[in-house]
């Protein structure tokens, strides 16, 4: 039910930490009621939906540089915050002052850290941005300020990219690289996506290509110098249309694969690191830097997002643009559903497991559906 702005106590429940380290140990779910009056420029929000993604769990391990507020706003004992970056929210009140958002409203997060990992929150209106949820899912919404951003924002921002060039990627499987592979496709741009070997890897190979991917390789294949001259160059330079310049490699593992897929660009190629997910850093040869005057950058979609919201709002409007119109798939996800009617352990034991597969790999994208 929704509500105008008036007396109304609402229970809630948040996954909180008081201490870095690892989540499955110091995540807790904590109980609370909602403040009964709101500020003249705060909304009330339930929350629909919130994935976890890496960050989120970097952030609880306190290896992330950007880090939530910690405080006893939601009337514990010691100084805790909540997880989670990426959510949807459904508006339940609004103060007297608030002008941008309406009762009924989806709004997603325009900042960071904004605690998503609750079934409900009071916020200053100015921290959400109200979207247009016609013919849009719930999962959709609420997993499109990262992945999709991510691949969107580095495919536009670093190089231009012509029709037929190309761009390597590893981590192939992962959301921001079937983002990544789709918007190739559909701007005309070639892609390879490098995935770790596994007994469906045909399986795997054939599904990354229907979204999208031109070529899909294994780790070992990429590492295989003879395959890399013989194969994977001769497919390169064979492809309909194809120019044959590998522009960008995007690494989202580090290790030795940031460094094979970097041997892959052509000459004044560029890679751009946007993870870390094996938690090893990478060289690259001096020759590469010196013969084929490579370049290395980093991404960080946080700063992005803090520094420019309204244009990360109008990249999202293009996406859901894309949703509609049946030109982009949202990443699969495992739906972990929060009810509010569970006890404190249940919904505890429900986030947990969903964050041991986030953490483990191999599975669908973990979200937690509040209800």
Not at 178 to 201: C, E, F, H, M
Not at 240 to 258: E, F, H, M, P
Request: glycine content about 8%.
């Amino acid at each position: 039910m929704l509500f105008a702005n008036r007396s109304v106590t609402t229970k809630a429940q948040a996954m909180v930490f008081k201490n870095y380290g690892p989540p499955a140990e110091v995540l807790k779910v904590h109980s609370f009621d909602l403040p009964s009056q709101i500020g003249s420029n705060q909304v009330q929000l339930k929350t629909l939906a919130s994935p976890i993604n890496p960050s989120d769990i970097n952030q609880v391990e306190g290896v992330y540089p950007s880090y939530p507020p910690f405080n006893r706003d939601l009337g514990t004992v010691d100084e805790v915050a909540v997880g989670g970056n990426e959510g949807l929210f459904q508006v339940e009140r609004v103060g007297t002052n608030v002008t941008n958002v309406k009762v009924g409203d989806w709004v997603l997060p325009r900042h960071t850290s904004i605690g998503s990992w609750r079934s409900a929150a009071i916020l200053e209106s100015t921290s959400v941005t109200p979207i247009k949820s016609n013919n849009i899912s719930i999962t959709q919404a609420a997993t499109v300020g990262v992945n999709p951003c991510t691949a969107f924002i580095m495919l536009k921002d670093f190089v231009k990219l012509e029709k037929g060039d190309w761009f390597i990627q590893n981590g192939g499987n992962s959301g921001v690289s079937r983002a990544a592979s789709q918007l190739g496709k559909l701007w005309g741009y070639n892609s390879i996506s490098v995935v770790r070997n596994r007994p469906n890897i045909d399986e795997l190979k054939q599904e990354l290509k229907d979204l999208g991917a031109t070529i899909v390789i294994t780790e070992e294949e990429l590492a295989d110098r003879k395959f890399q001259k013989d194969v994977l160059f001769s497919q390169v330079k064979q492809t309909t249309g194809s120019t044959g310049q590998v522009k960008i490699a995007l690494n989202c593992i580090g290790g030795k694969s940031a460094t094979n897929i970097a041997r892959v660009l052509s000459e004044g190629g560029n890679i751009i690191t946007y993870g870390a997910m094996s938690k090893q850093p990478f060289s690259l040869p001096t020759g590469l830097f010196i013969f084929k005057d490579i370049h290395a950058h980093g991404y960080w979609l946080s700063r992005f997002g803090n520094k420019k919201p309204d244009e990360k709002k109008k990249i999202i409007e293009e996406i859901f643009d894309l949703y509609r119109t049946d030109r982009f798939k949202d990443v699969p996800v495992d739906k972990n559903i929060w009810k509010l009617s569970n006890t404190i352990e249940e919904n505890g034991e429900i986030f947990i497991k969903a964050i041991k597969k986030a953490m483990e790999g191999g599975h669908d994208k973990q979200i937690i559906i509040f209800e």
